[in-house]
């Protein structure tokens, strides 16, 4: 029998926060007693990532022996960038035993290929956050933000989620477009697809091209430790 895996998303963990953080540790340290040999997280692990900096500050340590130490017990945990912590990279896998994903992964469950991603991109009804996202993202800015002082990088990271918070606020109905877009996925054949961003749990039925798939919305963490888990080739919310 193939070991669950579970999926999460939007933790948004702060040093501001401490008990949601104290929750994720719990929840790593659960993972081996659960049978959990696999776990994914789409994104926003972080409320703000200051690059490989942040490693050595005080504000997520306990999360960073966490993920050692579920990491050292053997489960492979695999981080899909956000829009709050897409500055995460392989010195962040090399320091806690993770994988650093890239935007989109593909993986196959049962004979069906799932697609992962954070959503960012996805569901977003601003024009300028493509535009914004790319240059945010770009080599050139990455280096000039590795170079700032620790308390120049935490002011702009601030600025940078005002900006993420103005341009991707929460919907009341996911856009027209953004669900055409999910269909695009069932059309380019996945069966089903897994991402975050919207903070609101939903199960969609999608049909496009002849082809009928599904997308599983993440919830948050917002009202305690949640997550969807792939068990006995059946997807479930979690909480």
Known sequence: MTSPIRFCSDLHLSPKDPDRQQAFVRFLDRLA??????????????????GPRHLEMSDYL??????????????????????????LDATFARATGTRVGK???????????????????????????????????????????????????????????????????PFTALPPESVERLRGFIRDGYDVL????????????????????VCHILPDWDHGPAWVEWREGVFRNKT
């Not at 306990?62 to 500055?87: E, K, Q, W």
Request: glycine content about 12%.
């Open 33 to 50: 007693d659960d049978g959990v040999a696999e776990c994914w997280l789409l994104g926003d692990l972080f409320d703000a990532w200051l």
């Open 194 to 213: 897994l991402c975050g961003h919207v903070h609101q749990p939903q199960r969609l039925e999608l049909s496009a091209g002849g082809r009928r798939g």
């Open 62 to 87: 306990p999360v960073f022996a966490a993920l050692r130490r579920a990491s050292h017990a053997g489960a492979r945990i695999t981080f899909l960038p956000g829009n709050r912590d897409f500055l």
């Open 103 to 169: 935007s989109m992964e593909e993986l196959r469950l049962g004979g069906k290929r799932i697609l992962c991603f954070h959503g960012d991109q996805v569901f977003n009804r601003d024009p300028s956050y493509s535009a914004y996202s790319r240059i945010a993202r770009s080599r050139l800015v990455r280096g000039a933000f590795g170079a700032l002082p620790g308390w120049a990088a935490k002011k702009v990271a601030g600025g940078i989620r005002g900006v993420s918070e103005r341009k991707t606020k």
